[in-house]
């Protein structure tokens, strides 16, 4: 696994972005807004396929980290998946607002942020059943 982050890397995505940014302004512009989106949609898959690896190490350096603690592997797990939902509907959301659909960007998020507190249940009732033995 790759440890650290390289400059060059930031530079590379931040690059990407202007240049993506500054075409789609042009395409804009120019009345191919449907091509302006793509450009934004393509560009998100790039970036995320510079910063994976980066991710799978962050999962993996947290993973080693609860393997040497007492914290129960579920809750980890639950965490790491809510942690990816959130990027994932940021994502969509964002695709959604460039497309200037505001509407369909909220009820992405809406609908992630249900499904995350859905996932977050066991956790929460675990730490309620605590709250109650520790005031009991």
Do not use: H, W
Request: with cysteine; hydrophobic share 55%.
């Amino acid at each position: 696994f790759i440890s650290g982050c390289d400059n060059m890397e930031v530079f590379k995505i931040v690059s990407i972005g202007i240049i993506a940014t500054l075409l789609a302004a042009f395409l804009r512009q120019s009345n191919k807004r449907d091509f302006a989106i793509l450009i934004g949609i393509v560009t998100g898959l790039i970036i995320f396929s510079i910063i994976v690896e980066k991710l799978k190490y962050v999962v993996y350096t947290l993973n080693q980290l609860v393997k040497g603690t007492n914290i129960e592997f579920a809750y980890f797990s639950i965490i790491i998946k809510i942690i990816g939902i959130a990027y994932l509907v940021e994502f969509g959301a964002q695709i959604s607002r460039d497309a200037n659909e505001e509407s369909i960007a909220n009820k992405i998020e809406l609908g992630g942020r249900v499904i995350m507190m859905v996932l977050a249940m066991p956790i929460l009732l675990t730490l309620m059943d605590l709250i109650m033995k520790i005031l009991s």
